[in-house]
């Protein structure tokens, strides 16, 4: 007779296993990327197939005693899968396999011990690297998004919030096994947690799968100079705009954006930008973080809102759509689009175009 925490046990397997092979077996862009994110769904689901296998009483023993050794893996992975979907020059070096020591030392211990090496400070130590791993997650998705605004005119770049609500879910998941091991320790029988703990990683799971290969497919991720640059501006001293040599950049900046329409590029970058105005990039960065008080994207896309408010206020036909206006201003994300739109305006394009028409 299967209980409910069975079937849960089944769906993730099931569900787990098709979604890793389909991912395996269809590698051909983004490589390194999706197979760690196949690794990730194919390692939870070999861990709940044994937890399943030990509640039936197959190789109980077995299934248990190894039971802490996955935890180990899970905080490597996800920080690697985060790098892959942030940095466009991401890549495997030797030096990355010191982040493999604490699965192999538990690995070792299991072997050694005949089982007996998964005991409480095993877990401990799992949940705290856990959740060091986690916290470095967030913290280079948040050094990603200063880079993308500094570098970058495209607003859909920095929608990396799956992810962050993916952590906090894995978050939640370590935390409530922490809770589920304690109520062990003192003998409490607490089902409605085990419940909980497989209920989000089922979530996890799918959340991973299809926003995986949706939106993170798009992107590119950044290289090392344009961290360099996003370093740089953070310890420096304001430019004094007002000087003459400066005034005349800001006007060349200036000519080119109205006359050339260079912003109508949806990948335009600063170092291409910087390169069409015979500027440095670092003067330019620091021209428009200090004269306009604005990072790169929000300065390109304010610009892009302008030519859009003119052309829907004056159309080239009757006919023409607010994709059409969207694509034309050098946006290529509806959501973005309208976000940037009604940041600035306070209406979205329907409704400014509703009251102009």
């Known amino acids: 007779m299967f209980s409910f925490t069975n079937v849960l046990h089944i769906i993730i397997v099931f569900q787990g296993t098709l979604l890793s092979l389909y991912i395996f077996l269809s590698l051909k862009k983004n490589v390194k990327r999706n197979f760690l994110l196949a690794f990730i769904i194919g390692i939870l689901s070999l861990q709940i197939l044994c937890i399943f296998l030990a509640n039936r009483n197959i190789q109980s023993n077995l299934f248990q005693s190894i039971n802490c050794i996955y935890g180990f893996l899970y905080g490597p992975l996800l920080f690697f899968y985060t790098r892959s979907i942030t940095r466009a020059d991401f890549k495997f070096k030797w030096p990355d396999l010191v982040h493999g020591v604490p699965f192999l030392v538990t690995l070792l211990g299991v072997v050694i011990t005949a089982g007996n090496f998964c005991q409480p400070q095993i877990y401990i130590a799992y949940a705290t690297i856990m959740l060091i791993y986690i916290m470095s997650c967030f913290l280079e998705i948040r050094r990603y998004k200063k880079v993308v605004q500094d570098n970058y005119s495209r607003l859909d770049w920095l929608n990396l919030d799956w992810l962050q609500w993916a952590f906090l879910m894995f978050t939640l998941i370590v935390l409530v096994d922490i809770f589920q091991f304690s109520a062990f320790l003192f003998k409490l029988n607490l089902p409605q947690a085990e ?126 759509t607010i994709l059409e206006v969207m694509y034309e201003a050098g946006f290529n994300s509806k959501s973005s689009f309208n976000t940037a739109f009604k940041k600035k305006t306070g209406l979205t394009p329907s409704e400014f175009k509703f009251t102009v028409s």
């Open 195 to 320: 419940i909980a703990t497989y209920v989000l990683i089922l979530a996890f799971i799918n959340m991973l799968y299809f926003k995986g290969l949706g939106p993170a497919s798009r992107l590119t991720g950044i290289y090392q100079a344009d961290i360099d640059l996003s370093i740089s501006m953070s310890h420096r001293l304001r430019r004094n705009t007002e000087l003459e040599e400066n005034q005349r950049l800001i006007k060349r900046l200036e000519e080119n954006l109205n006359e050339l329409l260079p912003f109508k590029d949806p990948n335009l970058t600063i170092a291409q930008l910087a390169q069409d105005i015979d500027i440095p990039k670092r003067t330019l960065s620091e021209l428009i973080n200090d004269h306009y008080d604005k990072n790169f994207v929000d300065f390109i896309n304010s610009f892009r809102i302008n030519y859009a408010k003119k052309r829907l206020m004056n159309p080239k036909d009757p006919g023409e």
